[in-house]
């Protein structure tokens, strides 16, 4: 069975050392609660109840499966009575508005609980996280008695949430959605159609489930422009809060998937289900947006969560598993064989996942951060700048972390060799769950077009001119640290191959409209790398003067050299298959494929 | 349910007009009986079975899996009767020895077979394919009666063989098994010792199941050079050649696994079972090499076969999903969408697979004209060329194209984004069994370091540059061909690149012992990138005449430059973490993981 120890210590490092999270919480009125001994007490907890709860509930519930009974969709054994503790707990409120029942904790402490829930159990985080999301659009968009009949209730687990987007025919393309919404006279709208992809749609955890579903209007636009979203409970709601009649909303069936096998992914059938609108006619996309926003980071945290548990169990295993002699001679002459870790090829596998997993933990806290500031930040400035590096810094947080999340999953695997490919050990399962990071929320390859589309060309790089002068203000720091000469110099590199890449993009663009989706992916991963470069760097410049008194310090230096040497280099890979360019692809006719 | 169709024309392309194997076989008295029509008659009777047979059976196979039932493995529903007619067709024989009934068919052509077997069902191809392997092994090392008792049953398929190597606790370090031999009266000796992950260790489509088992005699020296290699059938065979008593060897139980869940992986139990030494004592290694250096190019080619399948998969959905429009305008405005296929980022997922599976394809069929040098070539002068061509290209053949054939099934998989992880669609299966093949017949890791240090350091890079003289000829050819030049600059650069990288690699281990393990896996991948480019230049030499008869050949040029472009750069990457040496890994102490 596979093990999981929360990586307090390396959260407190970024949090505590990397972003002196105190004095950032300290500045600010919303957080005048949130001190370091809160946070700290919130990370213990965390970590005991999802290592003693949460956890162990991931094999089984792999094995075991959800199963639709009825109208209902069976969750494995343990999930219902975890989800009440977990409810219990405050866990699902603890990121949400204080007027509806949140805590109103900064992203930057949810984003380490979010990690370690991901981490222990990606099927389980599931449901809550979709609660969350939902409620996040609703509480942003919808009116106020709405709010304050369900959000309660959500953040309380009473309730649950989903988004229901996806239909047969439409994924990616929205715009095509086929399920309509008849206006009625009181106000309210009878939903009909089909959605599939549905997490979370039907499950018995909770009470009732809320789903946000986007439909059409009669006579509305065509394509995205006429897209409206409505929320429809499981359960109507009598005006007292209690729950009524149900609804025309059911389960059709589940899907039969690759992993994440005890989360319910559900085709959903709406026969004329009552539901209410949730902001304005045609401009329901917009307010989904803030929900696949919220859940975008959260998908890469997935990734990372996954990659942190499968490092733990690859380096548990390379140091007991006794294979084979040190090439400088036996290192453990009275046993049989060395252990795993006397071979630089099993260190490489290790540390290559490791200095992923130490960078995207420390660039999840970066975007939490940028989201902090976009939302409480104290100046329309410092709001501004926030919502700005948020916008461009998010679809690199979903597919670089999830994209190398998955690939650290695989290596960490190797590690174990056949052990690796088989259930009981676990490897395999994280390798299978995480895969779908990359997949759902957006597929990672559109999120690489909204970064190079929206996020860069549209604004022709001003984002990303507001990002490097960010990292250029690290660099200048540095030149009074002679001892953290060679991360400078590997961070100036990287960002001068990202201007480069930028300028490239900008330029192709102007010529070519095909240009951003030829490009998009590679230009995505060249910035994921040189954003770890810059993270491995902050980190470097937080532990160079302590490196005397902790050999942690001196670790996180050594790591961060390797990344420079090892991982970086392959900007230059990205950067030659974005000059290439679009022709590439597309001088071939269709028949060819 | 997934699609496939043997990509005859691209074999045949690879075959005849790449290599001329017309001309090869013409030239050599092994092959007199061998032409194009018999070839051509082989592989559409190889199609035409392996996609209407075994094709079917696959995802079958992967949802039933094997079980175990009283001293035997049930085999999925289809299987059984799958294996008599593959066998009846004399599939098993095909590349076999002709005194024993085998036809004797050159690796060029059984490389083909192979190929599409294993894109068909590779739980299925492992049956037979295992007792290949075995039979192989005992026809160079095993004496004259055990060969004729045992081989031409095996062939025939009436029997099948496996390969009993690791032990619970010994995997790739095989020096420490624990499994022993005791020397009876008789010339026989009793097997004691439990082994696991054997492939078709035990199952229900042969009347008997021959072992080939490791063990050690009593005073063996310790370590490797301590094994000797035992014949062990489960049904013992009396001198007529009919089945006697049951031997004491049993299956324990099957492993639960990730993927190709129809291959019954057992542990298998030798209590006492009587066995027959297969060569010499404590030469076992030597003997079970030949085995698995066969199974080893079959490894690449259950990659390259999977990542054949979800290439075409993945095209077809591109084809047929209408989903978004093309970014110069709608391309099917009578429809709600455009097909995928008008995305640029599909068509670079696509085309990657795609560049992959046609360098894979040439290389294999590159590896096996040397295997038939090794081993039929008129001249020592031949066969040891092929002999050292086989050493060198084999790890790279086996752990190359299983790498890149998981990666591109991974790349393929995402085309079809959500569906791509629902399990009726098929990829996630492909994904799942292409798993095994980087880990299993030595970790890919293990590949590396037989490539980086037996093959290239031992000789001082003597293979190598044989190698390279091949390519300095090929690129000697291409002056005369002006509209090569861009394929001639690349590949001299990747040349030089493969240069500097072994130079590099010579060095570091003159004056590090733990330097070749730490650069290994790096120059595997450098030195297969370098052998695509190899590849892909000798076919564009093939095309480049023929390119104004058929779009194919033009395309191919095409494709090869996006290989070139796009894919070749990354061995800079890998060139810069060879660079960065051992020290990178060694400098953490082993309590750090």
Sequence with gaps: MPIYKAPLRDMRFVAFEVFKAEEVWAANPAFAEVDRDLVDAILEESARFNEEVIFPLNRSGDEEGCRVEGDTVRTPAGFREAFRQYAEGGWIGLGADVKYGGQGLPKMVTAMTDEILFGCNPSFALYPLLGIGAALAMSQHADEALNETYLPKIYSGEWSGTMCLTEPHAGTDLGIIRTRAEPQADNSYLITGTKIFITGGEHDLTDNIIHLV???????????????????????????????????VHVGSIEHKMGIKASATCVMNFDGARGWLVGEPNEGLAAMFVMMNYERLSMGLQGLGASEVAYQNAAAYARDRLQGRSATGAQCPEKAADPLLVHPDIRRMLLTVRAH??????????????????????????????RDLVALLTPVAKAFLSDRGFDACVMAQQVLGGHGYIREWGMEQLVRDTRIAQIYEGTNGVQAMDLAGRKVVRNQGAYVR??????????????????????????????????????????QAAADAQAINAAAVDYLHLFGLVSYAHMWTMMARAAVSRRGTDAYYQHKLELGQYFMQRMLPEIDTRLAAIKSGPAAMMQFPAEYF
Tied chains: 1, 2.
């Excluded at 960078?359 to 709001?383: H, I, N, P």
Aim: one cysteine or more; proline letters at 4%; aromatic letters at 6%.
């Design 357 to 386: 997993n130490e960078a995207a933990r420390c660039f999840a806290m970066y975007v939490s951060q940028a989201l902090d500031a976009s939302k409480y930040g104290v100046s329309e400035t410092d709001r501004q700048k926030g």
């Design 466 to 507: 507001l990002y490097l002068e960010e990292v250029r203000s690290l660099l200048a720091s540095l030149q009074s640290i002679p001892e953290l000469s060679a991360f400078s110099h590997s961070l100036t590199e990287a960002v001068q191959c990202l201007e480069e890449a930028t300028n490239l993009l900008l330029q």
């Design 214 to 248: 986007l439909a059409k209007l009669p006579g509305a636009p065509s394509g995205s422009k006429g897209i409206s979203l409505f929320l429809v409970p499981k359960f109507l709601v009598n005006a007292d809060g209690s729950l009524g009649e149900r609804n025309a």
